[in-house]
């Protein structure tokens, strides 16, 4: 069965930090682009970290998180993280974990985890 899961959301104050996991099951996850995308109430759903293993390991990262966010991937336990640091009241979101083969036409979300930035 093919899946993510992303656990690690919560409450956290201005200038905190948490660190999301997603963990996928089913698939060679190596072999998948892997991204975070995250959706704010009322907004459309947004691009904020990518890795791809192959060519030595490759990020990307939107403008806005850039600094303060740092994606990874651990490809012998198949999960992905999003280490946030420094967050806004901005960053709050529902964050979803993406995999993606394009050469398979794959492309996989998980449910989602919250994030809230509040004091």
């Known amino acids: 069965q093919v899946q993510l899961v992303e656990s690690g959301g919560g409450l956290v104050q201005p200038g905190g930090s948490l660190r999301l996991s997603c963990a996928a099951s089913?698939?060679?996850?190596?072999?998948?682009?892997m991204s975070w995308y995250r959706q704010a109430p009322g907004k459309e759903r947004e691009f904020v970290a990518l890795?791809?293993?192959?060519?030595?390991?490759?990020?990307n990262y939107a403008d806005s998180v850039k600094g303060r966010f740092s994606i990874s991937r651990d490809n012998a336990k198949s999960t992905m993280y999003l280490q946030m640091n420094s967050l806004k009241p901005e960053d709050t979101a529902v964050y979803y974990c993406?995999?993606?083969?394009?050469?398979?036409?794959?492309?996989?979300w998980g449910q989602g985890t919250q994030v809230t930035v509040s004091s």
């Open positions: 089913g698939f060679t996850f190596e072999s998948y682009l």
């Open positions: 993406n995999a993606r083969r394009p050469s398979y036409g794959h492309n996989i």
């Open positions: 890795s791809i293993t192959s060519g030595g390991g490759v990020t």
